[in-house]
């Protein structure tokens, strides 16, 4: 392999990915339909893909007869074991909800070589199977690498392994491939008209999808992670309340109760209402609901804790991106400032709203911050805490201090 060139792949990686795909998308029985315009289609193109789970990559990109490189966010190169691979498969890294212009060249770079490259325009995996808002900035991008455009839609992925779960369900997933523009309409077509037809194209809502189809989950676990995505209680408006078993989750603090049935809905076990039967309708309400919640918060001056995350497990990274724990402290929301407070040791951290760079739900408990070209992961001392609270709480307060250039394309406007 020429050395020279840049994220280059090592071919023992390749093989060995494509064998244990070629397993898990026989084991599961993913689907895929696949045109012969796209099937025939010579590399360079440019693939972009809605985004659910981590599985997304893998999946779209091994039924594709040309290797794709993908753009992956540099969080998951913290991790050892999957930087290892990432390095391999030529993966790119990005940093997210920050404008990242080497990651631009890179893309141009590897396309230049004669390469495809995939990207998720929503940028992070989405939490309800609702596709997030694009930065119509992919635009710019298609036009700058003047190449063929493939759309890969991933139907039933967050029925299969939410971002929220780290349990896989038994369903149908299939993968629907579109060639949404030729070099000559890439080259023709406005910016807008290009917008337009990506949306039409690659936004995905899984529970308009599964209300269509009502294809059956078999898993024994539908509700375990739940309380990651699902952060507020409905009927008390308690915060980081849930707890969940099997196939049923509850509010420890009002005993609000629910189970999911055969179809991933909602049903009523104990309660007053049941005010929501999906996660979409449930995350788009809390989003509102939060937002409301903080500015409140910062209009009336409040200077106490807002929230926190008790007992957390605190890790450091500088610029050489190697990850190190550092103790253990209780993270405190305040309107001006996230304070940690270590446990037993005479010390804090105080994280200002302006220096803050990005705040990031990860898998599971996990947050990262970047703070002042410094990464730190904060791991939740309770098993289920959710970190997207968080980021959810911080765009808020951000966009009070109108610092709308830090904030998160798919988090909605506060209400003025």
Not at 295 to 320: A, G, N, R
Not at 333 to 359: A, G
Request: proline content about 3%; hydrophobic content about 40%; charged content about 25%.
């Amino acid at each position: 392999m020429n050395k020279s060139k840049a994220y280059p792949t090592k071919y023992y990686i390749r093989f060995i990915t494509y064998v244990f795909m070629e397993v898990f998308i026989k084991y599961f029985k993913i689907k895929k339909q696949l045109p012969k315009e796209v099937e025939d289609l010579d590399a360079p193109y440019l693939l972009l893909c809605n985004h659910v789970g981590f599985w997304d990559p893998f999946i779209v990109g091994h039924f594709l007869p040309r290797f794709t490189h993908f753009v992956s966010s540099d969080a998951a190169f913290r991790n050892p074991f999957l930087r290892f691979f990432l390095i391999r498969l030529g993966a790119i890294p990005k940093r997210k909800n920050i404008r990242d212009t080497k990651v631009i060249r890179d893309i141009v770079t590897v396309v230049r070589q004669g390469k495809n490259v995939g990207v998720f325009p929503e940028a992070v995996r989405n939490w309800s199977g609702k596709s997030f808002p694009m930065d119509s900035s992919i635009v710019k991008l298609i036009k700058m690498l003047k190449v063929p455009v493939v759309v890969g839609v991933l139907q039933g992925m967050n029925l299969f392994n939410p971002r929220w779960s780290t349990k896989k369900r038994r369903t149908q997933v299939n993968v629907l491939y579109t060639l949404m523009l030729s070099s000559q309409e890439v080259n023709e077509l406005s910016e807008e008209d290009i917008y337009t037809r990506l949306n039409d194209t690659l936004v995905h809502d899984e529970v308009d999808y599964q209300r269509l189809h009502m294809n059956p989950v078999y898993s024994k676990h539908k509700a375990e992670g739940i309380g990651h995505a699902l952060y507020v209680c409905p009927q008390c408006n308690s915060i980081d309340s849930f707890s969940s078993k099997r196939n049923s989750f509850w509010c420890n603090q009002c005993n609000y109760s629910l189970s999911i049935d055969v179809f991933g809905f909602y049903e009523l076990v104990s309660g007053k209402n049941l005010y929501f039967d999906n996660i979409r309708d449930w995350y788009d309400w809390q989003e509102t609901w939060m937002l409301k919640y903080i500015t409140d918060k910062i209009e009336d001056k409040y200077d106490e804790v807002i929230f926190e995350d008790l007992k957390s497990k605190i890790y450091h990274s500088e610029e050489d991106n190697v990850i190190k724990y550092v103790g253990d402290g209780d993270v405190k929301l305040f309107i001006d400032r996230i304070e940690i407070d270590f446990i037993n040791e005479q010390k804090n951290i105080v994280l200002n709203f302006n220096e803050l760079q990005t705040i990031n739900p990860q898998l599971h408990e996990r947050l990262e911050i970047f703070y002042n070209h410094e990464a730190y992961r904060i791991v939740g001392g309770k098993k289920g805490v959710s970190a997207l609270k968080w980021e959810v709480a911080v765009n808020a307060i951000w966009q009070k201090m109108g610092l709308d250039n830090k904030r998160s394309i798919y988090i909605k406007q506060v209400v003025k």
